[in-house]
């Protein structure tokens, strides 16, 4: 019994790690995304409380221009400044958002190509069997059972990437 064990828990992780090799590239662009994400949500949440400071005060406001006037050579006026401002925090969300999506989409292909091979080997597994075996056991549920694990078992990788994306970026944040 142990010796069986043994080879479904060798096929299993063989199985696994041919997924991850075939889907090598998607893969390699959803951890790219996570630490570009994770990047981008450290400088927006880092920001907010030196935002608010800033905005207490009119003159901070005021002394903040001037050095950046002074170190740029430039001349930004006071309205200018707000513009560019709340524009910059309005592009970051935005780039933000972009990449959540960008994470969900890239993971969701990941998710439906795992759970399509998944389904299809166990389909073909089932093309291989005599008769007998889906006499013995019913047929409709093992088609049932099936669809019904491959895609509780790509949700997973799914829900794992997930997790891995709000981990990296709280311990970046804590950093």
Known sequence: MQVLDNLKNKFEISFIYKQIKDNKNISFLIILNIFILTI????????????VNLFSDNQKIVILINKINNF?????SFENFLIIFFSSIIILFLISGILQFLHFLMGNRLTEKIFRDWKNLIINNYTKQEVMFFTNKKTGDLIQKSLVHSRDASLFVFEFLLFIKEFIISIALLI
């Open 40 to 51: 981008v949500e450290m400088f927006v949440l880092s920001s907010l409380l030196p935002i």
């Open 72 to 76: 740029f050579s430039l001349s930004i």
